[in-house]
């Protein structure tokens, strides 16, 4: 049965609800911005703290040489990228730890020490994975490890001491074997202390180098296309955007700044997009 209270009606949440009332309807009618943040429960401003005394842990798990069961190549390159991250994260105040050629299982034990790991003091978490990989899937130098069963150990209901900050993760890796040859254009804060409850999965952000099912680019002499792209708009935009924004650059360089150049003619010309996949619920700026 519905509920009445001052003449609204509550209705009860469905999975697919198309209807959500709060419990202060809000009129945007002759409502300036700070009139309407008085009247609403989301008046906190919508960017993650970063005051606490460290920016937090820069994870970087950097395959190259892979067994010869796992029929994948050297990813010659990659040390490359490995050097870019670190300097850049370490410029942005992380403690940087650069792990390379590891197995699945260390891989996995890797990401849940650091899970388990005490964060209170920090502001956000970064891991960065470079190796070969498929649609859901990276490799270890011995196999493959599903993505999610590493990013599950983030949850907010496994690492408690993250729970409301950024969980970061850049992932430099193939996810199918797709080729995009490209289509011609001309066209040129805190709440006090009231206790809330957030979703488990809330304020992950996984930025992939490339769309689901298709390859990844990786330059042999300069790393690959993503994390340079990365590193550089970082570089150029950490001080005044906030990461959405900066990775729309990285976007936008990665797409109209490279194209493959092969001696195989089915892998030459060949383009590439990052694909960005956020749950978070803040603006988040690298710089305190």
């Known amino acids: 049965m519905e509920e009445s209270h001052n003449g609204v009606q509550y209705g009860e949440d469905t999975a697919d ?20 943040e008085k009247k609403t429960k ?17 994870l970087i798990i950097n395959n190259k040489n892979f067994q010869s069961s796992t029929n994948m190549g050297v990813r010659n390159g990659t040390d490359v990228d490995a050097r870019k991250l670190h300097e850049t994260f370490t410029g942005l105040g992380y403690k940087v730890k650069v792990c390379n050629d590891q197995k699945s ?19 956000s978490f970064v891991c960065a994975i470079l190796s070969h990989g498929e649609d859901g899937l990276v490799y270890g130098v011995d196999g493959p490890i599903q993505i999610k069963n590493l990013t599950d150990l983030f949850r907010g209901d496994r690492c408690k001491t993250l729970v409301g900050k950024p969980k970061l993760f850049f992932i430099q890796a193939c996810r199918g074997t797709d080729l995009d040859s490209g289509i011609e254009t001309d066209s040129g804060s805190e709440l006090g202390e009231e206790i809330q409850r957030i979703p488990v999965e809330a304020d992950f952000l996984y930025a992939y180098s490339t769309v ?21 708009m970082i570089k150029l935009y950490g001080p ?38 956020s749950m978070l619920t803040k603006a988040f700026y690298f710089l305190k």
């Open 212 to 232: 689901p099912g298709y390859y990844s680019w990786r330059n042999t002499m300069n790393g690959s296309w993503f994390i340079q792209s990365l590193c550089e």
């Open 105 to 123: 299982n260390d891989i996995f034990t890797l990401l849940k020490k650091m899970s388990e790991e005490d964060h209170s003091k920090r502001s």
């Open 17 to 36: 609800a198309k209807t959500y009332f709060t419990n202060q309807q809000i009129s945007l009618q002759n409502c300036d911005i700070k009139d309407m």
């Open 240 to 277: 005044h955007l906030e990461l959405i924004q900066i990775l729309t650059c990285v976007n936008h360089m990665v797409a109209l700044e490279f194209e493959s150049c092969s001696t195989q003619q089915a892998f030459h010309a060949k383009k590439q997009i990052p694909c960005v996949v």
């Open 42 to 58: 989301f008046a906190h401003l919508h960017k993650y703290r970063t005051d606490y005394p460290e920016m937090g842990i820069c």
